[in-house]
């Protein structure tokens, strides 16, 4: 107990922020009365209609506060989920803007059904400054995930000036990510710039760095691979931990995987630096993901081949806890089981414990990672808490950031540093 108050009251060592000097910020942007694009990731997990976690929402509240201060009229755009090109109500940012009038004092922040077209464009122009319209879900159209100039053309018309303020989003290829900026004058907002500051300022710190990676999103996958070059130990954990158990043979039953994720973490193993890879020796699991489902906790060599893999085993996190107790940096991204049911939340809820006693410093980032922190009250004990999970992942990679250097072009282009 003594230990825990301690370290508690010992401040964890701050990060020395660097500047990414390239990309235009707000200051270098002609904003006054100005109508402006701004590209936020509101991203959140919705439950019927009901935000469960508002931390992306608030993050962008500073950019939006100053953009106010300089009386512009404000569009935003966002997606939210993966629609794939469809409109579904499910995925409706109508809920956000009634979050944001409620986090915005004095301010209704009114809601469009579409992004683009003349009722749009009409409704910004009859709106005044001050005033901030919410569009729908830019992934309502399949030209967002294709990068499509016309696209992209269309919601630059909609404004003057562009801000990218959505981190989380700043590793894709999209249309409002990496076209757009090439129209209009482009900064990035102020979450991205604390966001990049930090996080870039974090991955000097290669030695007794513990990267943790977990998550159902297989498409992260490339990740662990860059990763390898940029830590200590990485452990693999939640679904993706089972693309490498298959490519290493294991016969996992029926727990998450693809064709295409054995491939890639097939490559991964190949890596010069494979070892740092740690992945687990049991897992729980079930016939059935349904609560009514039976759970055992098998060796990894002793998956029945109807069950599910659905959390790690008490083995595997007491090696997670000694990796932890060893690092002077612990990256985490994903959860290690399916945490939407309890019984597979025990290994998540041992790695959030350890997080806020630590010594070392703690980078955590992906929308369940950070919900999971604040349902665990544990949020504010985290050094870092990024509102980007495979965004945050790329970069402390060190890998290419495309809509950041989109911002970098435009600012050239716009000649915003004369
Ligand atoms: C996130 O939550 O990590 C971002 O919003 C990106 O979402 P995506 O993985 O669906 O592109």
């Known amino acids: 107990m003594k230990k825990i108050i301690q370290s508690l009251l010992r401040p964890k060592k701050k990060l020395k922020k660097k500047r990414f000097s390239k990309m235009a910020s707000l200051e ?10 701004l590209r936020a990731d509101f991203n959140v997990p919705i439950k019927n209609g009901r935000i469960l976690d508002n931390y992306k929402i608030k993050q962008t509240l500073p950019t939006i506060k100053e953009l106010i201060r300089n009386r512009c009229k404000i569009v935003i755009v966002s997606h939210l989920g993966r629609p794939r090109g469809k409109a579904n109500p499910k995925f409706s940012l109508a809920p956000i803007a009634k979050e944001l009038t409620k986090l915005l004092p004095r301010k209704t922040v009114h809601f469009l059904h579409h992004c683009i077209g003349k009722d749009v464009k009409d409704r910004i122009k009859k709106s005044k400054q001050g005033q901030i319209i919410l569009l729908e879900n830019l992934r309502f159209y399949i030209e967002e995930e294709q990068k499509d100039l016309s696209f992209a053309h269309s919601l630059a018309n909609l404004a003057d000036v562009y801000v ?26 102020l979450l991205v710039q604390d966001e990049v500051e ?29 990763a ?26 029926h727990s998450k995987f693809s064709k295409e994720s054995i491939q890639v973490a097939k490559e991964i193993l190949q890596h010069k630096n494979a070892k740092k890879i740690i992945l687990p020796e049991d897992i729980v699991c079930s016939n059935s993901i349904l609560s009514k489902g039976k759970t055992t906790t098998v060796n990894i060599d002793q998956i029945p081949s109807s069950a599910i893999g659905l959390d790690i085993g008490k083995k595997s996190t007491e090696k997670i806890l000694t990796l932890m107790k060893n690092a002077k940096q612990i990256i985490w991204n994903g959860p290690l089981g399916y ?23 703690t980078i955590c980032g992906g929308g369940e990672t950070s919900e999971l922190l604040v349902k665990q009250k544990a949020r504010n004990k985290i050094t870092h808490t990024s509102t980007g999970g495979g965004a945050t992942l790329a970069l402390l990679s060190k890998k290419r950031m495309p809509a950041l250097d989109a911002l970098a072009k435009s600012a050239k282009k716009f000649y915003l540093f004369e």
């Open 228 to 253: 390898l070059d940029n830590s200590e130990w990485v452990y693999v954990a939640g679904a993706l931990c089972f693309s490498f158990l298959r490519a290493k043979g294991v016969h996992v039953g």
């Open 28 to 37: 270098d942007l002609d904003l006054f009365g100005k109508t402006v694009l």
């Open 339 to 361: 945490t939407e049911d309890n019984r597979y939340r025990k290994a998540t809820n041992a790695v959030i414990k350890e997080l806020q006693v630590t010594h070392a410093r």
């Open 164 to 189: 990218f303020d959505a981190f989380a989003v700043a590793h894709r290829r999209h249309s409002s990510t990496v076209l757009i900026p090439a129209f209009l004058p482009s900064a990035q907002g």
């Open 198 to 226: 930090t996080i870039t300022a974090a991955r000097s710190t290669k030695e007794k760095s513990l990267w943790i990676i977990g998550g159902a999103k297989l498409d992260k996958l490339p990740l662990v691979k860059a």
